[in-house]
């Protein structure tokens, strides 16, 4: 007991101060369209040079849900000072979390949404499935933008635009929550908790595996890989059996311009069961012909949505545990001045 006082009390010497003294991203509701607009404070893009990417991250901030409301489809857009719409390709992420609720397959915080540049919108029928969400829940909302071209841009906002259907109606059906795997879990890379990994010449497969925490079916699934990717794949290790193989769409030089979206439900079943007596494997392949190693040039991840079987509940976060807290530590640094001073990295080759 006295131990894990003692690693709670570094972990909070570290963090410094909690989710609750994030900047506040804005906050808009249109009840009338049954939209809700999360929008993150602007910032000035520089231009890129030299045929480099640079990566711009935005302060993490904080996000206060004002109202009792079930998900049915999320998309992102970037617009500059002027009011014009950006193109999608200045997307590297934008990332939803929940510090209060934990992963499926790991005791972490909740990532609730996760979009790129390849992410199609989301969309789920609103009449079967929904993604809670309630009054006075506090989110963490982050995002990081890529420019690849000698244009600087200015003000830029990034918006995650939210459909939803109001709380205390007989519908959605199902009540569907998140659920993500990332071949750098579980920690990823310290002390930022980045999930990008240098990538090598040639050939490269990672993988990580694991198993949820409670028994459930996944409706669907979207991937996130950076140039180069082949593939990724997600297969229940028990039985061999490959639930799930997706390759995102190229160019001819191997970049990536979306990554297609897969659903499981139909009428004749919810979709792909899985169980906490099986052990599920995420496998990213690569494949870098530059012959020369990419900072950063790695990654790979899928994030879905999970109906929970009858009976099963939700399992609570524990804020004890060692992991959960030093995923809030990278999370929290994720948005913070050290991190922010070496935002502007290039991750992918020269052409």
């Excluded at 992963?103 to 009449?127: D, K, M, V, Y």
Aim: with cysteine.
């Amino acid at each position: 007991m006295l131990a894990v006082l003692l690693i709670a009390w570094l972990v909070a010497g570290l963090r410094g101060p909690g989710p609750e003294a994030l900047p506040h991203a804005a906050v808009l509701v249109d009840s009338n369209a049954q939209r809700l607009v999360i929008e993150l404070p602007a910032v000035d893009i520089p231009a890129s040079k030299a045929g480099r990417e640079l990566m711009v991250g935005l302060p993490l901030c904080q996000v206060l849900v004002p109202l009792d409301a079930s998900l049915h489809s999320a998309h992102v857009d970037l617009v500059d000072g002027a009011g014009h719409i950006l193109p999608r390709t200045m997307l590297h992420h934008f990332n939803l979390s929940d510090p209060d609720h934990r992963e499926l397959f790991l005791p972490i915080g909740l990532h609730l949404l996760a979009a790129s540049r390849e992410t199609p919108a989301i969309t789920i029928p609103r009449w079967l499935f929904g993604l809670p969400l309630a009054r006075g829940q506090r989110l963490l909302a982050g995002a990081m933008l890529a420019n690849s071209s000698p244009v600087a841009y200015h003000r830029v906002r990034v918006r995650l635009v939210l459909r939803y259907v109001r709380g205390g109606l007989p519908w959605p059906l199902y009540r569907a929550y998140p659920w993500a795997i990332d071949v750098q879990y579980p920690l990823g890379r310290p002390p930022t908790g980045s999930k990008a990994f240098d990538l090598p010449p040639g050939h490269t497969e990672r993988f990580w595996e694991g198993s949820p925490a409670i028994p459930g079916t996944i409706l669907g699934v979207g991937g996130h890989l950076h140039d180069y990717g082949v593939s990724l794949e997600l297969k229940d290790m028990t039985t061999g059996e490959a639930l799930w193989h997706g390759e995102p769409e190229t160019d001819g030089a191997g970049r990536v311009i979306t990554f297609p979206l897969a659903r499981f439900y139909s009428w004749r079943r919810l979709g792909v069961h899985v169980t906490p007596e099986h052990r599920y494997r995420l496998t990213v392949v690569y494949e870098n012909p530059t012959g020369k190693e990419i900072r950063d040039g790695g990654m790979g991840a899928v994030a879905g949505l999970f109906v929970p079987d009858r009976g099963a509940t939700w399992p609570a976060v524990d804020p004890a545990d060692t992991l959960y807290q030093q995923d809030q530590v990278a999370t929290l640094r994720s948005g913070g001045a050290e991190d922010m001073a070496d935002m502007m990295t290039g991750h992918h080759a020269d052409p």
